[in-house]
C-alpha cells in the first residue's frame, strides 16, 4: 500500500505490527520512551487521544520525512479506566466486572508528519455474556493478558467464547482502527 511519505510505527505492539501488514501496508519499527501521564478528569476517549499524541511527540526528527503512527488502546467501564492488570488477581477481577456487562473500548491514533499531529479515536462498544469464574481462571492462566487494557484480547479465547456483541469497529479492540486509519492516511498534508 503506497502512501504519501514512508510510514513509522511507534509501537512494539505484535497485534497493531500485524494489522498494518495484513492490511498491506510497508512500515518500520521504532519505539521511543514515553510518559503515559494524563489528568484523572478526562474522558477516556480524550485519554487515548492525549497518550497517542504523547507518544508521537519523540519522534518530531523522523515526522519530517515520514509518517510516524502512533496510538493508545483503552478500556472502560461507565467511564471508569481499565488499564492492564498487574497480576493475575487484577486481571480476574476486571474480566468479573467486565463479565454480563457492557464496555468501551477507544483507541487514540495520532498521525504525525512535518511536525503537525492529525489525531482521532474511533469508539467500539463490546458485551461480554455472564462469564463462569472458572472461565475467567483458564484465560487468564492460560493466556496471561498482562499486557492488554481491559485484561483481555479480542482475538483469543475469551473474545471467541465471551463476547456477545460489538458495535463498530473490531480492529479497533485489537487496538488499531484500520478503516478509519485508512482514510486519515489520505488526508495526511
Do not use: C
Request: no cysteine; aromatic share 10%; net charge negative.
Amino acid at each position: 500500500m503506497k502512501t504519501k511519505a514512508p510510514l513509522i510505527l511507534g509501537s512494539q505492539s505484535p497485534r497493531r505490527q500485524q494489522l498494518l501488514r495484513e492490511a498491506g501496508f510497508e512500515f518500520e519499527v521504532v519505539v521511543r520512551p514515553v510518559n503515559e501521564y494524563f489528568p484523572e478528569d478526562l474522558h477516556p476517549r480524550a485519554v487515548a487521544v492525549m497518550i497517542s499524541e504523547n507518544k508521537a511527540k519523540p519522534f518530531d526528527d523522523l515526522s519530517q520525512k515520514h509518517i510516524v503512527i502512533t496510538a493508545d488502546t483503552i478500556v472502560a467501564l461507565e467511564d471508569q479506566l481499565m488499564g492492564k492488570p498487574a497480576d493475575a488477581k487484577e486481571a480476574t477481577e476486571m474480566l468479573s466486572q467486565l463479565s454480563g456487562r457492557t464496555h468501551a473500548v477507544y483507541t487514540g491514533v495520532t498521525l504525525f508528519y512535518k511536525g503537525r499531529f492529525r489525531s482521532f479515536a474511533e469508539e467500539t462498544m463490546v458485551t461480554f455474556r455472564r462469564l463462569k469464574p472458572e472461565e475467567i481462571k483458564y484465560y487468564v492462566d492460560t493466556f496471561k493478558p498482562f499486557d492488554k487494557a481491559g485484561a483481555y484480547g479480542i482475538q483469543e479465547w475469551i473474545g471467541m467464547t465471551g463476547v456477545s456483541r460489538i458495535e463498530g469497529d473490531y480492529y479497533n479492540v485489537v487496538g488499531l482502527p484500520l478503516a478509519r486509519l485508512f482514510q486519515e492516511l489520505d488526508l495526511v498534508e
